[in-house]
């Protein structure tokens, strides 16, 4: 007996069993074939919005009660409580620049303006330039911040402000005409020991006479003109460009250059253009929260309070970067540039008399709105590109996914049929002399591959019917 | 080449690799189990001597055992006639090697040396049932498919060939000959829906291949370890003796174990390989139709004599299309495709102007889907089964447990009330002492 389990031991030892079967590797490889086709399927999930009746409803009437805001509260220039307190917003916020920079005044916004005026002097502060620039560029306090580029609140207007005071300089963009005035301050010296201080110091001189003219000059009566919105501003870029270019311009570019500098002068500057920011914010902030508190309720009703987690709340109910909420946000915009749309038009024809008042269209606009809307619009016609390139993948896919998912049934009915285990084990009766044991997994061996029924030893008198009765049949019980 | 027509070759090429693949395995697995074969015929004739075989009957089987010995060069000869004709149908040589004809290069020597042999020592049947197209047969069931052998006599053309299109031979070379009929088609979407459809059937027919390959790596390592295992344990045997009353019972049962193993042994080295069985046969089809005759007959009305017709066809345009999910447009430009191919034509035995070949095509995607849920509801059914057995189990292993435990409640009950007794009389005889 002792020689055997020896010999079964050298058997055991000499044998390749491998824990894992060709069979189960092929299964692992193919289940991961699966997971990627499904992945695959699902990502068009994460293209189509899955917007409900109330969805729909809900960012309909923020977009709505936005625009009620924006007609009745932002309006246009001089109209506006909310402008008002936009006005006063940006006086406080100047007041508390001029403090930072060394202001010791008494709360007087005229005071801290000419503070900020005197510490950055720049040389294209002129408000006229004598009779010719009153002539040629129509020069006036009223819209000189618009005309001086460097007065504009964008990279060009820094780029213009910087080269003005490393040249002395002064550009205008007038009548869609780009135009320089050399020794434009005979006092200006900008300071700085080398190329970089000195830029350093323009770009510090920019910023602090932006905010110095932000809420008008020292000398303004009233609210001031302010500087001109950014997104106004664009139609100086369009006159400089040409001009670099040597394009001459055309009616259209004088038209619109006038009629920007007219809203400007009619008191639409970045303090109203922050005005009218507000209702925008208000209508995206109020969308993103309706999604959120609706997808929590949804997920506390759902979830049992076992199942609960943070990282899974937060998947379900973030209001960024996912098409539902995308959708939403657009029927919200969309909403409120309807209204704000229809209420500027109303009102620019009855303020015209019959005819259409251009001035008062774009001054009750809200640009701001209009360009959140279109940055939506052109997502959904992103995402409605892809999902079309995307849904013939996908269909593909999922008769692609028939066939693996077969191959994998197939792949678990053979796994099961070549039971790795089932050898090693009946090795390892042998081994400790558990013949009975060693009986059993060999019936169940046989049973998988797919003996025969009849051929089938089961039990001592199947062996004692087969090896004494000479026959290849078990009896049948 | 648009991205479509390069996927497709990349689908075909793939395809191919993998019946090269095959045919490697299967020739490996022919060459293992030859010796594994060696080996089990020593056990069997082991078990004969302690079964204590008459004289009469062991002269009977050493005629069979001489037949054996020269049945293996029988089936040498077999092979050799049946790869003819392979070749001869192919139109030549060296081209079938890449088209799926040397999968049968040493299945039938292997598989009918191990059937016959067997089947012979253990049940007497007589070796000569098997002649040369029954040996064939018996090879071709064994790998589940056939090759391009078509036209001769026998079994090879006609109804073996039909029923076994796809995913061996058949499907793989004429597939591609057929999806290069593709070209013809003007419109851009026909062609790419035809694509589609030839590139999933390519896919489907590989992971079958895959299916294949990984089944015969499983069965060559096992059969290399059981030669291992099988030369030690002849050794045991031996040790047993012959005397089968003299051995003791742990004998006895080892004895029964290796008798087990023994055709466990047998059993792999014949089943079929499932990735290469075609997924219908007609004998199939008609199981299913004398199990479902209704479901049948509303499938095939008022198209009846066009099925009994072709009966062969639909068997094989279910295997091809089993799997591929397709709509009316498809089906409808794939039957124009067949009907350009000349070899699938000439296989099917239909002329270029038969009519129905659609109709045929609907009715076998028809059929595929319902066999297709009658094969689910069949698999619920055995698990409802199984679930019930199961239950019926547990609630008589439950009456017994009841049973016991009031059994033991009796039986604790009775002690409880012999205790006063035993302990008066324990101080009677105390008392007494």
Redesign the interface.
Known sequence: MSQ?VK??E??FS?????CS???D??LSQAELELESIDETIESIDALRPDCDKLDYILAASSGAICGIIDVFLVGKPGESPIGKLTDNWFANRVKDFAKLCGWKGDGDLASAIRFLENKFKVPYDQTSSGDIAKGVLGLNPKNHHFKSLAHNPTLLGLFFSILDQFCNTSHFASDGRLITIDNANGDFELRGNNIPAKLICGFVNWFGHLVSDVSGSSGSKGRGMGIPSPFWCWINDIAVLKATFKIPPSEFDKKMNDMAVKIFEEGFDVRFQTAQLIPVFVNETLVRIIYSVRRLIRYFKDMQKENRSFQLMWKQCESFSNPTVKRMLTVAHGTFCLIDIGDATIRGFASGGGTFNPCEFFLRLNITGVGRFTISLYGEVKRGFQIYRTEKDIE?A???R???Q??VD??K??SKI?NVNL?PK??ES?NR?D??G??E???D??KK???PDD???KN?D???N?????T??VTTK | MSQQSEKLKNEEKKAMQAIRDVNCEISRMGMRGDILHKQLTAVQNR?DQ?????SE?RNKYEQTKQICANWEDQSKKIEREYNAKIKKAAGGGAAGAGLGIGIVAFGPTTAMGIATTFGVA??GTAISTLSGAAATNAALAWLGGGSLAVGGGGMVAGQAFLALAGPVGWSIAAISLVSSMILFFKAKSDRSRLE?IFI?IN??DT??Y??AI??L???S??I??YS??W???I??IE?YGID??AMS?????????????L??S???LV?PI??LMPQYTVEKLTEYRNAKPDTFSSVICGNTTTFYLHEECVVALMNLLH???TDETDRKLLAKTLKQSKEFLSAMRISSDYPDLRQLLEIANVLDERYNTYEMLQSLQSIKQSTQEMQACYEAWNEMLQSMIQSTQEITQALNKMRTPLSELAKNSIHLQ
């Open positions: 055997n010999i079964i050298m058997l000499d044998t390749e069993i491998a079967s060709c069979i590797t092929a593909f999922k008769k692609e028939i066939i693996l077969d191959y197939n792949l009915k053979l070549y050898h009946f090795i042998l002399g013949s009975c060693a009986f997994i060999s019936t061996m046989a591959v797919g003996v051929k089938i030893l001592k199947d062996i004692d087969y090896f004494k009765g000479g290849n049949n | 078990f302690i079964r204590n075989i008459p009957t253990s049940t589609n999933l896919e489907r992971k079958k895959e299916l990984a089944e790596k499983e069965r390592k096992r290399k370890n291992s295992f030369t030690q344990a050794n045991e040790g089968y009353n019972q742990s004998q006895k049962f080892n004895l029964g174990a290796y008798a087990n193993r055709m466990e047998t059993q792999l089943n499932t990735g799997n591929i999910q």
